[in-house]
């Protein structure tokens, strides 16, 4: 626990729906949610479809060359290509040319200078100038990033398009009373990009990389997936999202892997309470890390196995399947929950309906990662190997 203080977007000098006050917050998260009802995902996922599509060409190419395929890299590409085009309406284009666009790879240096500007002007401010001394090259990036974020929202805004976009619901409440400024288009613009396509690309990988560990359980998923169409182009997100072994596979990824793996932060009201029979003074930050309550003993049996089917098994009644909340609850729960799951659900679906995976020696510790906010994931190397169909 630890004194509240405000805070701004890094780098654009306003709050964006993360980090905004109890005042700020409800007004940004309004007009963000007319981008994030179902109406407006529904139209879009034949534009979702499309990158998915074009993930699996780019990924029978490699099965026919019998490439290794870094899973961690594909995921990525298509998730920000999709957030790019949904909230800028062009893509990075990372799909088309098989590789991260220098954006992304900037990210991790930002999100690891975040990291440590927090920690320094938190813990020892004395040490903010030998920082600047020595991490000149990675703030360099930091400042990158922001910049080019920055031009992407700028040449957005010029941009005149008959397709709506985020930025599209943004810019028709900018000039509201209760709406959005430019400088908190550009931010939350920002923000949406890292929060939506990092963290399911995340958890798309520990998905592959839990399952490879899991044959059997891997085994009934394709099974689930294999039995429920007669074509591809019939995986739809309606007809994925009736599927129970998958959503519990991602149920137990969630746990054992969160893409975002912290506290989240709620503030004490002025006054103090208590809280767990402690008395906690007001203006207090206090937040539980979510790997320690996922991997609980106390909550769920066997913690530290992956069993999808604890979610549904009766064996595994006794487990307190609530504390599992990878999106947050509250006013303050994640925005683009139902997105995440669109792109999960068809971009695993797909990928086991055309293909049988494998992984490759070397890679049984690649969980064993350094967390930035984001997990700073390594190459997680696969084979595949194309399904043939009569």
């Given at each position: 626990?630890?004194?509240?203080?405000?805070?701004?977007?890094?780098?654009?000098?306003?709050?964006?729906?993360?980090?905004?006050?109890?005042?700020?917050?409800?007004?940004?998260?309004?007009?963000?949610?007319?981008?994030?009802?179902?109406?407006?995902?529904?139209?879009?996922?034949?534009?979702?479809?499309?990158?998915?599509?074009?993930?699996?060409?780019?990924?029978?190419?490699?099965?026919?060359?019998?490439?290794?395929?870094?899973?961690?890299?594909?995921?990525?590409?298509?998730?920000?290509?999709?957030?790019?085009?949904?909230?800028?309406?062009?893509?990075?284009?990372?799909?088309?040319?098989?590789?991260?666009?220098?954006?992304?790879?900037?990210?991790?240096?930002?999100?690891?200078?975040?990291?440590?500007?927090?920690?320094?002007?938190?813990?020892?401010?004395?040490?903010?100038?030998?920082?600047?001394?020595?991490?000149?090259?990675?703030?360099?990036?930091?400042?990158?990033?922001?910049?080019?974020?920055?031009?992407?929202?700028?040449?957005?805004?010029?941009?005149?398009?008959?397709?709506?976009?985020?930025?599209?619901?943004?810019?028709?409440?900018?000039?509201?009373?209760?709406?959005?400024?430019?400088?908190?288009?550009?931010?939350?613009?920002?923000?949406?990009?890292?929060?939506?396509?990092?963290?399911?690309?995340t958890l798309l990988t520990g998905a592959v990389f839990y399952l490879l560990l899991n044959p059997a359980a891997?085994?009934?998923?394709?099974?689930?997936?294999?039995?429920?169409?007669?074509?591809?182009?019939?995986?739809?997100?309606?007809?994925?999202?009736?599927?129970?072994?998958?959503?519990?596979?991602?149920?137990?990824?969630?746990?054992?892997?969160?893409?975002?793996?912290?506290?989240?932060?709620?503030?004490?009201?002025?006054?103090?309470?208590?809280?767990?029979?402690?008395?906690?003074?007001?203006?207090?930050?206090?937040?539980?890390?979510?790997?320690?309550?996922?991997?609980?003993?106390?909550?769920?049996?066997?913690?530290?196995?992956?069993?999808p089917e604890r979610w549904s098994d009766r064996a595994y009644d006794s487990d307190e399947k609530a504390v599992?909340?990878?999106?947050?609850?509250?006013?303050?729960?994640?925005?683009?929950?139902?997105?995440?799951?669109?792109?999960?659900?068809?971009?695993?679906?797909?990928?086991?309906?055309?293909?049988?995976?494998?992984?490759?020696?070397?890679?049984?510790?690649?969980?064993?990662?350094?967390?930035?906010?984001?997990?700073?994931?390594?190459?997680?190397?696969?084979?595949?190997?194309?399904?043939?169909?009569?």
């Open positions: 626990m630890e004194k509240s203080g405000g805070s701004s977007s890094e780098g654009f000098g306003t709050q964006n729906i993360v980090n905004a006050d109890a005042k700020t917050h409800p007004r940004q998260r309004r007009v963000l949610s007319y981008a994030f009802g179902d109406k407006a995902l529904r139209e879009r996922e034949g534009l979702i479809a499309q990158y998915v599509d074009l993930l699996m060409k780019r990924l029978h190419d490699k099965a026919a060359s019998d490439d290794t395929v870094d899973i961690t890299a594909w995921f990525n590409y298509t998730t920000f290509d999709i957030l790019g085009d949904l909230a800028f309406s062009e893509s990075f284009h990372c799909l088309e040319n098989s590789r991260y666009h220098p954006w992304i790879l900037m990210k991790i240096s930002n999100m690891k200078m975040v990291v440590w500007k927090n920690l320094v002007n938190r813990y020892v401010p004395v040490l903010g100038s030998l920082m600047r001394l020595f991490a000149t090259e990675v703030m360099a990036q930091s400042d990158e990033v922001i910049r080019l974020s920055k031009r992407r929202a700028s040449q957005r805004l010029t941009l005149e398009t008959s397709r709506p976009d985020f930025m599209t619901h943004m810019l028709q409440h900018s000039n509201e009373r209760n709406g959005m400024t430019t400088a908190e288009v550009e931010a939350n613009a920002y923000v949406l990009i890292i929060a939506g396509s990092e963290t399911t690309a891997l085994a009934r998923l394709v099974k689930e997936i294999r039995s429920s169409f007669s074509a591809e182009a019939d995986i739809t997100d309606a007809a994925v999202s009736k599927l129970p072994y998958l959503s519990a596979v991602f149920n137990e990824t969630f746990r054992l892997y969160p893409p975002v793996d912290g506290a989240s932060n709620r503030v004490v009201p002025e006054g103090g309470a208590f809280i767990d029979g402690q008395f906690v003074p007001g203006g207090t930050r206090v937040g539980i890390p979510v790997t320690a309550a996922y991997q609980c003993r106390h909550y769920f049996r066997k913690p530290n196995l992956f069993i599992l909340q990878p999106f947050g609850v509250g006013p303050r729960n994640c925005i683009g929950r139902t997105l995440a799951y669109m792109e999960m659900r068809l971009i695993m679906s797909r990928l086991l309906w055309n293909f049988d995976i494998e992984l490759l020696p070397g890679q049984k510790n690649w969980s064993d990662q350094k967390l930035f906010i984001l997990w700073d994931k390594g190459p997680l190397n696969i084979r595949l190997n194309a399904v043939e169909r009569k």
